[in-house]
């Protein structure tokens, strides 16, 4: 099992690096020793003490269970239907990077919010945007979260704290920054969780927004949910530094690598993280290191990697580990878990239907929600 995307190396690499090597010691030159000192967020608990530490108990395991089946079940059932032509345009699927949502929800409380990129199906639904409502967008439907103007990138509920869905590379970032600066601005002590792609991390935005959120100490969670791949290019062809948390050492920020794959690992950073902002601390760099199962969107076959490489994160599957967890802990037994099944397909069989039955929009909302300026581009007689 590859530990991390980030830190494979290919074959050919490791070749070359272990020539290099024995030629340096047959000519007995020294060779240098190089250690890379790992950051570990978790080591900083006493720096940090918990205010509100949210365990993980029995509750949460059962939780995460129901959470991440249904944002599992929900995202096959879109994938037939993008097939079946029901849903169209853009939409890519969450599907094997359930933990990064589940592990999240269970550490923030009522007021903080959640902004994220066009990968956004299981983010609305962890949320508590209803299934139908989802799947209503979708369609393009009247019903939809977003009115149906929105479709699958462009999730939106105001009501759940959910600021989209967006499907401009690494336009969330700014946009995450900018709601932790109203909240400190309005007192409150919520705090944003702003998710990005490993893709997504190479927009200039990053550099300026990380700036002003250390300098100004904003409450938001920056999360890079790592998958090893921006479409079809992987985090080793697009940089020489792999370890993506570390930029933020660049701006003083704490950061540090999770495994995404582990709800677990992924609550216990987050909850860190999340006391500290809501403190009054500033942000969080986390690079989650999960993997997307399907291609990038629904009309890419992922033939840039191996099938090795999918399985290997296949054998650390999320949904898997909850029901094992469940049964071994005796948390509950399979009867409960196949009540869990009934209830998920229940759910999104509904969605489903409402989408069906829903109405199109009326032709007259086409100029309603429109953001326009009177006097753009701001010239003056
Ligand atoms: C500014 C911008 N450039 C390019 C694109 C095209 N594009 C859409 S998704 C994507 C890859 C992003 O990958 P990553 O950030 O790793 O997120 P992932 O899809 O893996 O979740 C690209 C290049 C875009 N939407 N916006
Ligand atoms: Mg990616």
Excluded at 286 to 299: D, K
Excluded at 361 to 375: G, Q, W
């Amino acid at each position: 099992m590859k530990q991390a995307v980030s830190e494979t190396f290919d074959e050919k690499t490791t070749v070359k690096c272990t020539i290099v090597l024995k030629c340096m010691m047959f000519l007995h030159l020294k060779v240098p020793k190089i250690t890379i000192k790992k950051l570990d967020l978790l080591s900083q608990k006493n720096k940090y003490p918990k205010m509100s530490a949210v365990e993980i108990n029995k509750d949460t395991w059962l939780k995460w269970f129901e959470s991440m089946l249904l944002m599992r079940k929900f995202e096959e059932k879109t994938g037939q239907l993008y097939g079946q032509q029901k849903i169209r345009g853009f939409c890519h699927l969450y599907i094997g990077q359930e933990a990064v949502v589940a592990g999240a929800i269970s550490a923030m409380q009522k007021g903080d919010s959640m902004i994220t990129t066009y990968r956004d199906h299981a983010h609305a639904l962890a949320l508590g945007v209803s299934a139908d409502s989802i799947m209503a967008e979708m369609y393009g439907k009247a019903t939809g979260c977003s009115k149906g103007k929105g479709g699958s990138m462009h999730m939106f509920s105001k009501e759940h704290n959910f600021y989209g869905g967006h499907a401009i590379v690494g336009g969330q970032i700014p946009l995450g920054a900018g709601v932790a600066f109203a909240e400190k601005y309005k007192g409150t002590d919520n705090v944003n969780i702003c998710y990005m792609g490993d893709g997504a991390v190479r927009q200039g935005a990053l550099n300026e927004t990380f700036n002003m959120a250390m300098l100004w100490k904003l409450p938001v969670i920056f999360v890079c949910e790592n998958n090893g791949y921006a479409m079809g290019t992987s985090v080793q062809r697009t940089t020489n530094m792999t370890d993506i948390y570390k930029i933020g050492l660049g701006f003083d920020m704490p950061c540090a690598p999770v495994d995404g794959m582990d709800p677990v690992a992924v609550h216990n950073a987050m909850d860190e993280a999340i006391q500290r902002a809501r403190k009054g601390e500033g942000p969080t760099f986390l690079e989650m290191r999960t993997y997307r199962y399907r291609g990038h969107s629904m009309s890419d076959p992922a033939k840039y990697r191996t099938k090795e490489e999918l399985e290997d994160y296949k054998a650390k599957d999320p949904v898997e580990l909850a029901r094992e967890t469940i049964l071994k802990e005796k948390y509950a037994d399979q009867a409960w878990i196949e009540e869990v099944e009934a209830k998920v397909k229940a759910t999104v069989d509904q969605a489903v239907k409402f989408a069906e039955e829903s109405p199109w929009p009326e032709a007259s909302e086409l100029y309603k929600d429109v953001y326009m300026t009177e006097n753009y581009p701001y010239v003056m007689d």
